[in-house]
Structure formats: structure tokens, C-alpha cells
């Protein structure tokens, strides 16, 4: 059984990762070939990863992870931010995500028992997804593969529930 504060802190953390999803890839079809589709498409590679570990914590939770109407509106439009404001919600995420991390960090404080390894992912994912904002507004493309090689090697074969 799960809290009525996780359920909607969870649920709203599902539907983040849809959106983060469908407005990243939105995003990263049109900068083909743009140095800065380092940022974007390692994004989008980043929730592909995700998708399935969410999925599992959805179905043994009892969530829907599937995308509402309005995750998809928002989405649809965020993705299709003109290139050249693109650093500009860039400086306007990064506050907003640092920020949430504290929602998801005390979301894994209130989660189920069997979940810690997962909310513990939950709260890296994020700190990666923080750490890769900082390297996009400095322009180290570079590192930012570098660091989601490092995520995806450490999560690639791990099981995060019991």
C-alpha cells in the first residue's frame, strides 16, 4: 500500500518523465546535426532508459504511466521551442528542476519499503538530469555524453527491486 503523498507525488513524477520524453525527442529531431543535440538527444536517451524501470515501478505500484492528454499538449508545445529560445528554457528548467529535486527526494522519504532502490534512482536521474543542464549552459557537449555513459553502465543490469 502506498501513501496518498506518494501517490501524488509519484504520479505526477510519472507523468514528468512522459513529458521530459515526448518534448526533449520534439526537440531533438530538429537539431540533427546541431552540436547542441548533445544535450537534447542524450535527453531523450536518458528517458528511453528510464521508461522501462518506470514502468515496472508503475505496474507494482498500481499507476498508470501512461501519458495524460495534457502531458501531451505540453509536450507537443515544448517540444517545438524555435531553436534559438532553446537556452533560454534551458536557464528557465535549471532552477525549476533543482527544485524539484527536493520533491523527489522527499518522495523516496514516504515511499514504499520495496521501492528504495528504485527512489534512489528516481533521485540520481534527476541529479544526472541537473548535471547535464549545468554542461549544456556551459557548452561542454563533450561531458555530457561522458557522464550518461557512466549512468547507463551503472544501471544497464541492476534490478531495482527486490
Excluded: C
Excluded at 498500481?62 to 507537443?76: E, L
Amino acid at each position: 500500500m502506498v501513501s496518498e503523498e506518494f501517490t501524488k507525488a509519484f504520479g505526477y513524477e510519472i507523468q514528468n518523465r512522459a513529458f521530459a520524453l515526448l518534448s526533449m525527442s520534439g526537440i531533438a529531431r530538429r537539431l540533427k546535426g546541431d552540436p547542441r543535440n548533445v544535450f537534447w538527444d542524450g535527453y531523450v536517451k536518458l528517458e528511453h532508459f528510464n521508461a522501462p524501470r518506470y514502468a515496472e515501478a508503475a505496474r507494482r505500484w498500481g499507476f498508470d504511466d501512461q501519458p495524460t492528454q495534457w502531458t501531451k499538449i505540453r509536450g507537443a508545445l515544448i517540444g517545438a521551442t524555435p531553436k534559438f529560445m532553446l537556452q533560454s528554457l534551458l536557464k528557465f528548467a535549471y532552477p525549476k528542476t533543482v527544485e524539484y529535486l527536493e520533491d523527489l527526494r522527499r518522495m523516496r522519504g514516504v515511499g514504499p519499503g520495496d521501492g528504495k532502490e528504485f527512489l534512489d534512482y528516481v533521485v540520481e536521474q534527476e541529479i544526472l538530469q541537473i548535471e547535464m543542464m549545468q554542461l549544456a549552459l556551459n557548452e561542454r557537449y563533450a561531458s555530457i555524453t561522458r557522464d550518461l555513459e557512466s549512468f547507463f553502465r551503472k544501471y544497464r543490469d541492476r534490478e531495482l527491486f527486490d
